[in-house]
């Protein structure tokens, strides 16, 4: 069994399933960690014996290879992680530049927010309406999330996780505009401006696309 559960591992590993659950860089630890595993099961192999507790052992592993490779989970919804509060989880804020020529104007048309516009996340569009208000207001700002309708309070959700999702951020954005035909945890890419709200800072809407689920859909905490 402990054979068998040592190769599951590697197969979500190797075949990139894992990144549903953690972050790139954890692939080969993954690896590593299933051909120990298949190493501990042929020395037991090899060993022989037995022993009373051997029967619910199996079972037990069984259950794990089982949720590895039959009934795996898929990644987080937008119902799921801990809710990002500025207050609380200040390790997002992120120090950045705002190029010249995204500096739109708050008249701006849809046109030129989406030319021009910067790209962030939801700690990003948090820093810079707290620390620089005065020239964020005319920011071409493009975010990329999931959709959550949130009871006719739109939102973009992403999730930021330090090593898996087991210990996802889940960040939030406010969306002003109009938003019709969209499902909840749809993929979109929105394009817009700061809506002024330095308490639950949001983005009033210039234009949106539906998008596919990106290869990496979790953020890190190397993300700048």
């Known amino acids: 069994m402990l054979v ?11 075949t990139g399933d894992s990144l549903q659950y953690v972050r790139e860089a ?12 298949v190493m501990l099961g042929l020395a037991g192999l090899r060993g022989g014996g037995g022993h009373r507790h051997t029967p619910r052992s199996f079972a037990l592993v069984g259950i794990a290879i089982a949720f590895l490779l039959v009934v795996r989970p898929g990644p987080l919804s937008v119902a799921a992680g801990v809710t990002y509060d500025p207050a609380v989880q200040s ?5 950045f530049e705002i190029p010249r020529e995204a500096v739109v104007g708050e008249n701006a048309s849809a046109a030129d927010i989406e030319a021009n516009a910067l790209e962030l996340h939801a700690g990003q569009l948090w820093y810079a309406s707290q620390q620089l208000p005065d020239s964020f207001a005319g920011v071409a700002v493009r975010m990329l999330g999931q959709f959550d309708p949130n009871d006719g309070d ?14 996802a951020l889940r960040l939030v954005t406010p969306l002003s505009g109009e938003l019709d035909g969209l499902a909840e945890g749809d993929w979109i890419e929105v394009f817009g401006q700061w809506d002024g709200d ?26 700048a």
């Not at 068998?4 to 190797?14: C, K, Q, R, S």
Request: proline share 7%; glycine share 6%.
């Open 4 to 14: 068998l559960l040592g190769g599951a591992m590697i197969v979500v590993a190797a």
């Open 26 to 37: 954890m692939t080969l630890p993954l690896i590593l960690a299933g051909a120990v595993v």
């Open 198 to 223: 330095t308490t639950t800072p949001g983005l009033d809407l210039a234009s949106w696309h539906v998008v596919e689920t990106p290869d990496h859909p979790y953020l890190t905490i190397r993300d």
């Open 154 to 167: 739109p939102q973009l959700v992403r999730f930021r996780i330090t090593c898996c999702a087991a210990d």
């Open 91 to 95: 390790r997002v804020q992120q120090f």
